[in-house]
């Protein structure tokens, strides 16, 4: 026999899936790839980041063109900014994860 959920037990997707998310603990992961996706549409240097890396709320990002570098540098605060507002905007974004949050600083090597 079918047991059917009472509409108090009923849950949406998004909270089926973060749900789901935490009990894989997998959302360390999953919000590491986010910040990384983030950090490429929001800073346009997908192409020329050789490496990136988040520890303790900072992003570490190594670009191949000091030039470019050099631009993204004053815009610091501002692409952190951007970073979170998409992650924010993301359903699949663990926002309390231990590991892996918000951005809080954006370091350019």
């Known amino acids: 026999m079918v047991s059917r959920l009472s509409r108090k037990n009923a849950q949406t997707m998004d909270e089926v899936v973060k749900e789901y998310i935490r009990e894989m603990k997998i959302a360390s992961g999953l919000n590491e790839q986010l910040i ?52 924010l905007g993301d359903t699949l974004f663990v926002r309390d994860d231990p590991k892996t949050g918000l951005v809080k600083q954006l370091i350019l090597q």
């Open 36 to 87: 990384f996706d983030a950090w490429d549409e929001v800073s346009g240097a997908a192409s020329h980041t050789v490496s990136r890396y988040i520890r303790n709320g900072v992003l570490y990002c190594s670009l191949s063109s000091s030039v470019l570098r050099s631009r993204l540098f004053p815009r610091r605060e501002e692409l952190v900014r951007k970073i979170n507002e998409r992650l």
